[in-house]
């Protein structure tokens, strides 16, 4: 197999250059037509070089979890700089017909039903909650945070992210019903119900995570304003005022979109207002990388603008605003590594190493998505009602300036 994987490469690298010590101990360097990043890997097993030369976007990743393939002499970073913008091109001809098969069959597979919804948030949403303690804020956002300025730290980063998308479900008023799709470990409903005076319901499908925003709400003592369930947001009848989602609907799926959408209009007031913070793709519809969708994120898939807006013209709601963020999560995906890096032995003995391997390629490979492989993030505000928001967006800055300045 080695000699299929050395005319894959020799194909394959077009930018930079990547040398392969194989297996049998030869060396080949592959050097690209155009510059880029130089890095070097060494392969230790023949298996690891069939595995490569027939499924590479996955093999890839399996066998740098399980050390069949390292970095040499370089970093994991050295290697994605390479190897990335060179996927980002193309040119691998098996996983371009595999690709293309991914791609046409994400429209066949089963729909993401109750059931295999709660086990693909399980897969990684119900890990050990210390875990996430150790590379996230200390409000646990588990998504992109909004950098204003340069210099701005993790915490604050977040903070500004949750100011933010408060300021676009226009809270005028106190009292007002909030629906949390997705509400994660409770930061977004908790923030929304003491600093705006909110009554909140937030869903999840992680029993970890319910666990965790039920105790946060009794330590605050916010638990007259905020309530946490264990529910998929198909099983809901009563309507909210506004309804908030961050970093759910790369979770709905394909085929689901105008059901999500529809729903969002039954559980919408006929004068409520929407957010949905997603993370998307300025490319185009696409597929999830292979390695991502078995072992980080089960069904998921960051969906385009155009499919997004698509599902959603059927449905009668209005798009009022749309925001799209583009180097966001890379700056928050940073930050999450480099305190992932400074916690690794303590998350080594929660796991082992091969799950070390896992998350850290898990995280750099999406950090470097966002920089050179088109994703960004977007936001959606949705209403039913033409005249549910001012005509101007001049209220958002005033609300995010007003709440600012109590900080």
Request: proline fraction near 3%; glycine fraction near 8%; hydrophobic fraction near 40%.
């Amino acid at each position: 197999m080695k000699s299929v994987l050395d005319a894959l490469l020799r194909r394959f690298i077009y930018f930079g250059s990547l040398t392969v010590t194989y297996s049998d101990g030869t060396v080949q360097q592959y050097q690209g037509e155009r510059p880029g990043r130089e890095a070097a890997v060494r392969i230790l097993t023949a298996a690891a070089e069939r595995a490569l030369a027939f499924k590479p976007a996955l093999a890839f990743g399996e066998e740098y979890m399980n050390g069949t393939v390292v970095p040499d002499g370089c970093s994991l970073e050295d290697v994605l700089w390479v190897v990335m913008p060179n996927v980002e091109r193309g040119g691998l001809l098996s996983e371009d017909i595999s690709g293309k098969l991914r791609y046409v069959s994400r429209v066949l597979r089963p729909l993401n039903s109750l059931r295999r919804s709660r086990s693909n948030v399980a897969h990684h949403y119900d890990l050990n909650g210390s875990l996430y303690e150790l590379f996230l804020d200390k409000d646990r956002q588990y998504s992109c945070a909004y950098f204003e300025h340069d210099g701005m730290s993790l915490d604050e980063a977040q903070t500004a992210k949750k100011r933010h998308i408060a300021a676009k479900l226009n809270l005028d008023r106190p009292g007002l019903e909030v629906l949390d799709i997705g509400c994660g470990w409770g930061g977004m409903a908790l923030t929304l119900a003491r600093d705006y005076g909110a009554k909140v319901t937030g869903i999840t499908l992680s029993i970890e995570q319910l666990q965790v925003a039920r105790e946060r709400a009794r330590e605050e003592k916010l638990d007259h304003l905020v309530s946490f369930e264990l529910l998929d947001y198909r099983t809901l009848k009563k309507p909210f005022d506004r309804i908030v989602s961050v970093g759910m609907f790369e979770h709905v799926g394909v085929r689901q979109y105008e059901t999500y959408f529809n729903h969002l209009k039954r559980l919408l007031k006929p004068e409520g207002v929407a957010v949905i913070h997603s993370i998307g793709r300025m490319d185009g519809p696409g597929m999830t990388n292979p390695w991502i969708s078995k072992y980080i994120f089960p069904g998921g898939y960051s969906p385009a603008l155009s499919e997004t807006l698509a599902a959603l013209e059927q449905t009668g709601l209005w798009l009022t605003d749309c925001e799209v963020w583009r180097l966001h999560y890379a700056k928050t995906l940073a930050h999450w590594r480099k305190r992932f890096d400074a916690n690794r032995e303590k998350i080594r003995a929660l796991y082992d190493d091969r799950f070390v391997r896992m998350f850290e390629l898990y995280l750099l490979a999406s950090e470097l998505a966002f920089r050179i492989q088109g994703h960004m993030n977007f936001q959606l505000q949705i209403t039913r009602d033409i005249e549910a928001v001012p005509l101007t967006r001049d209220y958002m800055f005033e609300a995010e300036n007003a709440q600012r300045a109590k900080v």
